[in-house]
């Protein structure tokens, strides 16, 4: 499986009463697909998977995959503190028909180098499906070693891709350097997409795509097609509104900044807070300025 382009780690709509919304999400995985991105991530950071309970992520992941209907591929957050639990949410996550399964690096409990590399030999071995690593510093406190990337790259033919969140181009331009010409390295913050497109990354999993999925492709495809200074206006502007998101709860603004789409983005989930009208007054008004309303 080799993947490439621009793929969205898409939200979770949550009603009111913070009980799962999946009617909401079908609309929403049809304007995504629609909007030409290369691929949906069900379960990602974005769709709060931390806090849904194991039979709601069964609900989610058969949803979008019924959904999508082979549109696009479709691929399963499946990591857990845990290597029993991770290997358990993915085979389920394959049954369900994930196209391919994104396991974010174990959390809570730091693991050392050494463990998160026979975590993830005995993910890969026992889980029939292509797997990408999932590395966002941002949230579980610490970067994967890269050293590990590589070995697992070495001896695992179902090791197809990485994410990596790291806002660090060094970084990423290593992982090129060292494991690019075996897996998919894509880019996980927007705000160096196009750095890293040009270093050799083979696209980006971007919370942006949520919003704003036309301008996010339209860059991918303008730098594959040799328009830089069209790549480098639409990186300007997705990096500007990424900062603005920034100054909020980031669950909370990307659904804000989605429901000004017109799609049913639902509510967050508790503890999360949707955003004060103050504040989706602000991010509107930013998306009028650069044309994205």
Not at 107 to 130: G, I, M, N, Q, W
Not at 249 to 263: E, M, P, S
Request: hydrophobic share 45%; aromatic share 6%; with cysteine.
């Amino acid at each position: 499986m080799r993947l490439e382009g621009i793929f969205v780690p898409h939200t979770t709509p949550f009603r009111q009463d913070g009980s799962l919304d999946l009617e909401a999400l079908r609309a929403c995985v049809d304007f995504w697909v629609e909007s030409g991105l290369h691929g949906l991530v069900v379960l990602g950071s974005n769709g709060e998977f931390p806090y849904l309970t194991r039979e709601e992520k069964r609900e989610v992941v058969r949803a979008v995959v019924d959904q999508v209907n082979g549109r696009v591929p479709v691929i399963a957050g499946t990591g857990a503190p845990s290597t029993h639990e991770t290997v358990e949410l993915s085979r389920e996550a394959v049954d369900l028909g994930a196209d391919a399964l994104m396991v974010v690096t174990p959390y809570y409990f730091r693991p050392s180098s050494e463990e998160l590399l026979a975590h993830y030999s005995e993910v890969l071995e026992k889980v029939d499906a292509p797997v990408l690593l999932y590395n966002v510093p941002k949230f579980t406190g610490y970067d994967m070693d890269i050293s590990v990337v590589e070995a697992l790259a070495d001896e695992h033919s179902n090791l197809v891709g990485m994410k990596d969140s790291s806002p660090s181009l060094l970084r990423l331009s290593e992982l090129i350097s060292r494991v690019g010409d075996r897996i998919s390295i894509l880019a996980g913050a927007i705000s160096i997409t196009l750095p890293a497109l040009m270093l050799g990354a083979r696209g980006a999993i971007v919370a942006v795509a949520n919003f704003a999925p036309e301008l996010s492709v339209q860059l991918y495809r303008a730098f594959r097609e040799g328009r830089l200074d069209e790549a480098i206006r639409a990186q300007r502007v997705l990096s500007e509104v990424w900062a603005a998101i920034q100054l909020y709860n980031q669950i909370a603004a990307v659904k804000a900044l989605t429901a000004l789409r017109g799609l049913p983005a639902g509510l967050p989930r508790k503890p999360i807070l949707p955003l004060s009208e103050e504040a989706v007054e602000q991010l509107r008004e930013l998306l009028v300025k650069h044309g994205l309303l």
